[in-house]
């Protein structure tokens, strides 16, 4: 896999271009994470535990996180980190907010190149390819094998299909999400809508944004910027395949269901006026759903908590609609352990990251920001089944699974991500023509994963 010097020094440069998101939007927290309720349970949802005994030597994790979404979640985070301390004594987690995903990947390239990453992060999981090709991060198959068979078997296939590759583990899913259909369910009732029946064919969402835009509301909004390539694998989900290969090597950006799914899109704008035309920004479309300006918008599940908590009306949480098959991309970001440091912050991290995932807390995660709990036993907890009983549109990204797949992830993933990026924005923005941007992003593309082909 790092055999040629051409694919080590491409990698050098896959973080810099672009992150992805993946699980952005707005959340809010919940009660502090190394509080202790009556119950006997942390704020944090996971069993309160004496602390572990004490050995004779501490360690240090440094451990760098982003923020892909609104709201405090520093503040969620850190307590997270000082209930872990709490119980393990011996071992102090030095929370670093790293900023975006895209921040968060050109800190941790500049340590691993220096030769001092830190110990734990939280990285996109389409970075898969690209840390490999570095040699920056840990196979987990270790650890895991020691956790027994049911380990693993807990966490969602479809977030699991970017943590493995070559029959090897690198990465546990933390905040993952997939993208789903928003609706207002009172706007629908005023345009003579089921708000029970949301669209559920590509030609159903057109019709119903045709009856929902009015002077100042558009019926739907798509976001553009930083996460064209996103939104434009829903379209090539929904009508036929993945744009990429599982692993990581090609890409199928120039076929015929890819045209004819960004066709689709740009004319919604462009012909049918029934979205913005331009390049929407990723965080205007949720404020502007919030704020009634759009009666639809696709975005990820991670936004759900936010607009829970700020919309002033009722409204609905749905599969995106299908044209051959319902689908979506996953997206957000996993854990990675790094290779480049000591043995025992090595074996303290995989204690962090079990920390972190476990079951009880995993559910409370989920309802603290939206995004979809990574384990499946998270939605037997009682405080998951009464949340969703109240608040059913949080499972809605977790059914979607079904019919989701792996996010677009290959070697050299930042500058394939940007090329598709900027090939998408050139349609929507009327520059372009679909045959002839995903053309040209096909070329760009083979010509960038031409030496891990070789």
Wanted: proline residues 6%; charged residues 20%; glycine residues 8%.
């Amino acid at each position: 896999m790092r055999s040629h010097v051409l694919k080590a020094a491409s990698a050098a440069l896959c973080f810099s271009v672009l992150f992805g998101c993946g699980n952005n939007g707005t959340a809010t927290t919940g009660a502090p994470a190394n509080s202790t309720n009556p119950t006997g349970t942390t704020a944090s949802g996971a069993p309160s535990t004496a602390p572990s005994a004490e050995s004779s030597e501490k360690v240090e994790l440094t451990f760098y996180y982003p923020i892909a979404v609104g709201g405090p979640l520093t503040t969620t985070i850190e307590n997270m980190a000082k209930e872990f301390t709490k119980e393990n004594p011996n071992v102090t987690v030095k929370p670093v907010y790293t900023g975006s995903y895209a921040d968060t990947a050109v800190k941790t390239q500049a340590g691993v190149q220096s030769k001092s990453p830190p110990d734990v992060a939280v990285l996109q999981s389409t970075e898969l390819f690209s840390l490999l090709d570095m040699n920056a991060i840990l196979p987990l198959d270790d650890y895991i094998a020691k956790e027994g068979s049911s380990y693993l078997s807990d966490f969602y296939p479809a977030f699991m299909a970017n943590s493995q590759t070559g029959g090897k583990t690198w990465s546990i899913p933390f905040q993952r999400s997939t993208i789903v259909l928003y609706y207002n369910k009172q706007m629908f009732k005023d345009a003579g809508l089921d708000p029970e029946k949301p669209p559920k064919t590509w030609e159903e969402m057109r019709d119903y944004a045709k009856k929902l835009t009015k002077e100042g509301r558009w019926g739907l909004e798509i976001p553009v910027t930083g996460y064209g390539y996103w939104m434009l694998q829903t379209f090539a989900l929904q009508n036929g395949k993945n744009l990429m290969t599982e692993d990581g090597k090609k890409v199928m950006f120039n076929t015929p269901e890819n045209v004819e799914g960004l066709q689709f899109w740009n004319d919604l704008s462009q012909k049918d006026k029934v979205m913005p035309t331009g390049a929407t920004e990723w965080g205007t479309v949720p404020s502007d759903f919030i704020q009634g300006k759009t009666a639809m918008m696709y975005h990820t599940t991670g936004n759900l908590t936010n607009v829970k908590t700020n919309a002033k009306f009722d409204f609905g949480v749905t599969y995106l609609p299908q044209q051959k098959s319902y689908g979506s991309p996953t997206g957000g970001g996993n854990f990675y352990i790094f290779k480049d440091i000591d043995k025992k912050k090595q074996d303290a991290a995989w204690k962090f990251v079990k920390f972190m995932t476990e079951t009880e807390r995993a559910a409370q995660w989920s309802m603290d920001t939206g995004y979809v709990a990574v384990k499946k036993s998270a939605y037997e907890t009682e405080r998951m089944k009464k949340y969703a009983a109240d608040f059913p549109q949080t499972l809605v990204a977790r059914d979607q699974l079904q019919y989701a797949a792996a996010e677009l992830s290959t070697h050299n993933n930042g500058r394939v991500m940007k090329i598709l990026n900027d090939q998408v924005q050139a349609v929507l923005t009327g520059t372009e023509t679909p045959a002839d941007s995903l053309k040209k992003a096909q070329q760009d593309a083979d010509k960038v994963l031409e030496p891990y082909n070789k």
